[in-house]
């Protein structure tokens, strides 16, 4: 198979593999009812991978309206750029921090000495994994930031000419994480699998319109190099 061949699949790929990875992910992300029985090796695991997979998907979902200049574009450019920022540092203190805490405070034999240290963390109004109002500030912004984005990202790409559906998935899956108030099951991985989902139905739109376009310029070439051609000229023979 052709470079040119697989093309498509590389242009799917690039906006569909950070969110499906991340919504893969998310799965598996523990829910901490209590951090004391929090398995800390699955914990830190998931949360190490989320490191590069936020800022990745949100990178995907930018890439989405490169083509695209309007006030919408750059309203989705910077509201995943807001979501990198904000919830790569929310989960970096909420989650690999906490995770950390978490196994020291097993490894020492008297884990309740370290429970004034970890709901320090755990309960900061700002990065904290659970905040005193189940909402910390830096969650709340990434999670609004990721929404607005979207909504954006999505209105953009429908004055752009995409169909209904993939711009409605991408704008609605974007709340999952707002609904549910985590990015554990289900939130996150309906949010990133739904924006996984539509990012590819709008990337194959994009090469589909991209093709037609060029077999249309092909034969206009061909028309009008046609129309150049001097008649032939018979010959008569005697």
Same mark, same amino acid.
């Given at each position: 198979?052709?470079?040119?061949?697989?093309r498509?699949?590389y242009?799917? %790929?690039? #906006?569909?593999?950070a /969110? &499906?990875?991340?919504?893969? !992910?998310? *799965?598996?992300?523990?829910?901490?009812? =209590? @951090?004391?029985g929090?398995?800390?090796d699955?914990?830190?695991?998931?949360?190490? %991978?989320? #490191?590069?997979?936020? /800022? &990745?998907?949100?990178?995907? !979902?930018? *890439?989405?309206?490169?083509?695209?200049? =309007? @006030?919408?574009?750059?309203?989705?450019r910077?509201?995943?750029?807001?979501?990198?920022?904000?919830?790569?540092?929310?989960?970096?203190?909420?989650?690999? !921090?906490?995770?950390?805490?978490?196994?020291?405070?097993?490894?020492?034999?008297?884990?309740?000495?370290?429970?004034?240290?970890i709901?320090?963390?755990?309960?900061d109004p700002?990065?904290?994994?659970?905040?005193?109002?189940?909402?910390?500030?830096?969650?709340?912004?990434?999670?609004?930031?990721?929404?607005?984005?979207?909504?954006?990202?999505?209105?953009?790409?429908?004055?752009?000419?995409?169909?209904?559906?993939?711009?409605?998935?991408?704008?609605?899956?974007?709340?999952?994480?707002?609904?549910?108030?985590?990015?554990?099951?289900?939130?996150?991985?309906?949010?990133?699998?739904?924006?996984?989902i539509?990012a590819?139905?709008?990337?194959?739109?994009?090469?589909?319109?991209?093709?037609?376009?060029?077999?249309?310029?092909?034969?206009?070439?061909?028309?009008?190099?046609?129309?150049?051609?001097?008649?032939?000229?018979?010959?008569?023979?005697?």
């Open positions: 198979m052709s470079f040119a061949t697989r498509p699949w242009a799917i %790929a690039t #906006v569909v593999a /969110p &499906l990875v991340l919504a893969l !992910v998310e *799965m598996f992300h523990p829910h901490p009812h =209590d @951090l004391f929090l398995d800390v699955r914990w830190m695991f998931v949360h190490y %991978a989320q #490191v590069p997979l936020f /800022p &990745l998907a949100a990178l995907a !979902v930018a *890439m989405l309206v490169r083509e695209r200049s =309007d @006030l919408w574009a750059l309203l989705c910077i509201g995943m750029f807001v979501f990198a920022v904000a919830f790569t540092s929310f989960d970096t203190a909420a989650g690999l !921090v906490i995770g950390l805490l978490v196994k020291a405070a097993k490894a020492s034999g008297t884990p309740e000495a370290w429970r004034d240290m709901d320090a963390v755990w309960f700002i990065l904290g994994g659970q905040g005193f109002t189940d909402a910390p500030v830096l969650a709340l912004i990434g999670r609004l930031s990721l929404s607005i984005g979207a909504v954006a990202g999505a209105i953009s790409l429908k004055r752009g000419g995409h169909g209904w559906v993939p711009v409605l998935l991408l704008a609605i899956a974007s709340f999952g994480i707002n609904v549910f108030k985590t990015h554990a099951w289900p939130g996150g991985p309906l949010t990133f699998g739904g924006i996984a539509a590819g139905w709008i990337r194959w739109e994009s090469l589909r319109r991209e093709a037609r376009a060029v077999t249309a310029l092909e034969q206009e070439a061909d028309a009008a190099a046609g129309a150049m051609q001097p008649p032939r000229r018979r010959m008569e023979m005697r």
